[in-house]
């Protein structure tokens, strides 16, 4: 359990014995106890001190244990009632748990019987925190993406439900320029996209651009875009990036990659918001959001002068930092089963449930290409086990045990490499819907590897998968 905060417990009994010992036993574990006789002096209580859990008599002068439970409930409904109960109130009891005490114990009391309830009321109201706060950060963020864009975020992690957040924040902000930063596979991509689908930009275009891709003499063109003629080869107007993601976002991949020389004329259209095409004399006003991303040290570059400083501020009004996998695990069992729902969605198969052991050893595991290696990773699991379990070896993860047994269609084992090479090709193929690099990726061999080895085996597209 993660919340370790202290509990505060009030204690509403008419026995000044029963009182003093429970406190005192309460105390000592190592709870915050306070205690009274009164219902009345009870709810008072109450209404000025936040109490997580009331330990309630039945029986009391004033007003009965279920009175006080109902105004209880009603005016504090995250506060927890244990009931005490006496000899022959269990018909009592039974109402109170109907009326939402969530535990009792009865009177005279063991003290391993209080601990019990106790500790069972504890972990449920952690429960309930934990709960709540998912609710609030991540996964309503997650939800809208869901349902704008058809694919959730996903994450329980401190650090992603900070990521959430600040993605929300920054969603608000009319043109904010954000900086992501993270190391590769970590969800740069997922988490521009998701500021843009939660912004007013929503319904306009989310135009990616890959800044190592663009050639330098075609930066201009590219971004600005250009009329007909304005250059040889230059056949049609074209619309450059800007444009096309006027009132939009231009997310821009890679951004360090960008040509120094280059990286000044950016710098000036985000400031006067102000394109002119190649070849003309027009300027046009657009509105974009910028949101640059990296993977590598851009405050190292700028130290070193290989990315312009004045760019850098420009771009990094807001940055977000999405932290490698391996510091936060806890994000891994339910990324491997939203991939799993996810790609087992899409093929035809439908693995029998997973062992145990797969989630200890994704836990063991670094990840040192993160997210999309866990995808991958479990691309691959799902093609191995076939219709059966998915087991640890399945995953073949770097470094584990080299003898890989491979659930089979057919029920007959070999050991023969060249005919597991050619089932497991074969396979990804399927799996793949014949897209040979992602029948590559999955094989966890380069698209050149798969090329001979389609070739070697005399494999054409198209080969059924019950081999
Ligand atoms: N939190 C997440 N929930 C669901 N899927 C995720 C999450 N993070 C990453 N992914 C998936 O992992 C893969 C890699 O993510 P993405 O492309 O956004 O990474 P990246 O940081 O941009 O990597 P690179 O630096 O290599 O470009 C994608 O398939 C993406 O959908
Ligand atoms: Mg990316």
Known sequence: ????????????????????ELSEFLMNTGFMVHAEGMPSDALEYLARHPVDIVILDIKLPEMDGLEVLRRIRRDHPITEVIMISGHGDMNTVIEAMRFGAVDYFTKPFRLAEVQNAIERTRRFIELQHRVEELKQGFTLVSAELQERIGHAMVGESHS????????????????????????????????????HHLSARKEHYFHSVNC????????????????????????????????????????????????PGLQSKFLRILEAKQVTRV?????????????????QDIQQMVKNGRFRIDLFHRLNTFHIHIPPLRDRKEDIPSLFDHFLGLLSAKSRQRPLGVDEKVYEQLLQYDFPGNVRE???????????????????????????????????????????????E??????????????????????????????????????????????
């Open 212 to 259: 190592s891709a663009i050639p330098k003499d075609l930066f201009e063109s590219e971004f600005f875009g250009h009329t007909r003629g304005a250059f040889t080869g230059a056949t049609e107007a074209k619309a450059g990036w800007f444009e096309i993601a006027d009132q939009g976002t231009l997310f821009l991949d890679e951004i360090v990659d960008m040509d």
């Open 1 to 20: 359990m993660t919340d370790r905060r202290r509990i505060s417990i009030l204690i509403l009994d008419d026995e000044a014995r029963v009182r003093s």
């Open 160 to 195: 992603m439900r900070v990521v959430a957040d600040m993605m929300r924040k920054v969603a608000q902000t009319e043109d904010t320029s954000v900086l992501i930063t993270g190391e590769s596979g970590t969800g740069k991509e997922v988490v521009a996209r998701g500021i």
């Open 279 to 295: 070849g003309s004399t027009n300027e046009k006003n657009v509105d974009v959001r910028i949101i640059a991303a990296t993977n």
């Open 422 to 467: 050619r089932r497991l090709i074969i396979k990804a193929l399927h799996q793949s819907q014949q897209n040979k690099s992602r029948a590559a990726r999955l094989l966890n061999i380069s698209w050149q590897a798969l090329d001979r080895k389609l070739k070697k085996f005399g494999i054409r597209s198209e080969e059924g998968p019950d081999l």
């Open 374 to 420: 866990l995808k991958n990773m479990t691309e691959r699991a799902l093609i191995l086990a076939g219709d059966g379990r998915i087991l640890p070896t399945h995953l073949m993860m770097p470094g584990s045990a080299p003898h890989v047994r491979i659930a089979l269609a057919s029920p007959e084992e070999t050991y023969d490499l060249e005919v597991m």
